[in-house]
């Protein structure tokens, strides 16, 4: 079974600094993605950064990347530079690419609080 | 382009009342998703359709809840009857079913049920 665990219920960071959130995840699957999405206070659910298993490189998507460690099963997103408009609620996800069902399983999210 | 479309955006009703939940995905994706989000639960997968064919309800909290995709651009979420604990946000989420697979979501609607 596949689960995604993030530790961190609250975060806070300065403006202009970077940050990290946590994930870790669990699966059998021999290949797999990873999702970080953005839930600001309004609700919608924005989708950042995606790293498959196989891939060699860290994502990255201009302010946002990924520090993905495989051995450690961790993909961790960071920040830089942050932003007021950062606040929001961060969830990790992971999608099996061997089984191609499209699925995804989330964590419990992280809500990042900017401070000016 | 139009995103995932959701309808109502906001639905009071009370308890033991049937709700009706829409959701229009974009075009050309064919797989789409309804998850429910709360505070305790955080979020969860109800049931998943590719190409209109629902694939896994395993999700789904009882028999009172039940969805349907007649096609490719439409489709419900009902509950009935509903129950306060039923209260929540829905959201529905499409993919293009190619890599890397990712969902767009809805706005999602938020459900009270009195």
């Known amino acids: 079974a596949q689960k995604i665990t993030q530790t961190q219920p609250g975060m806070f960071v300065q403006e202009k600094e970077a940050v990290t959130l946590d994930c870790t995840y669990d699966t059998s699957d021999p290949s797999y993605g990873l999702f970080w999405y953005k839930q600001p206070s309004s609700g919608e659910m924005i989708f950042l950064i995606y790293q498959g298993s196989y891939d060699q490189q860290n994502a990255t998507e201009g302010r946002y990347s990924l520090n993905f460690q495989k051995a450690r099963k961790s993909a961790n997103l960071v920040i830089s530079a942050s932003q007021l408009g950062d606040s929001a609620m961060y969830f990790c996800a992971m999608s099996s690419i061997s089984s191609n069902t499209g699925k995804l399983i989330f964590g419990q999210g992280t809500t990042l609080q900017v401070k000016p | 382009d139009a995103g995932v479309i959701q309808s109502p955006r906001h639905e009071v009703t009370e308890m033991g009342q049937e709700v009706t939940l829409r959701c229009k995905p974009i075009?050309?994706?064919?797989?789409l998703f309804w998850y429910r989000q709360t505070m305790m639960r955080g979020l969860e997968l109800l049931i998943y359709?590719?190409?209109?064919?629902?694939?896994?309800d395993s999700g789904m909290p009882e028999d009172r809840f039940s969805a349907k995709m007649p096609n490719a651009s439409f489709s419900t979420l009902k509950i009935q009857p509903s129950e306060p604990r039923d209260s929540a946000v829905y959201f529905c989420a499409s993919s293009p079913r190619t890599e890397p697979n990712e969902q767009f979501f809805g706005p999602g609607t938020r459900l009270t049920v009195l």
């Open positions: 359709f590719n190409n209109n064919v629902p694939i896994d």
């Open positions: 075009s050309g994706h064919n797989s």
